[in-house]
């Protein structure tokens, strides 16, 4: 049976990125269409990314 784990909550922090302004139009249009913040919008977003992200190891440059 799995368990339902109420952890304390985290903390907010804020901090800057640049992104292309298509991207701000589209969380800005989606923010309007859900009722939503586009912050709410966007940290849902990264957290949905979080889980999907796979790092592909690529072998190093030779030095000479």
Do not use: G, W
């Given at each position: 049976?799995?368990?339902?784990?109420?952890?304390?909550?985290?903390?907010?922090?804020?901090?800057?990125?640049?992104?292309?302004?298509?991207?701000?139009?589209?969380y800005d249009?989606?923010?309007?269409?859900?009722?939503?913040?586009?912050?709410?919008?966007?940290?849902?977003?990264?957290?949905?990314?979080?889980?999907?992200?796979?790092?592909?190891?690529?072998?190093?440059?030779?030095?000479?």
């Amino acid at each position: 049976m799995e368990e339902l784990k109420i952890t304390k909550k985290t903390e907010p922090v804020m901090f800057t990125i640049r992104v292309d302004k298509s991207i701000v139009d589209f969380y800005d249009n989606l923010a309007k269409e859900t009722n939503r913040s586009r912050n709410e919008l966007i940290a849902m977003a990264l957290e949905f990314a979080m889980d999907k992200i796979k790092v592909e190891h690529f072998p190093e440059k030779s030095s000479f």
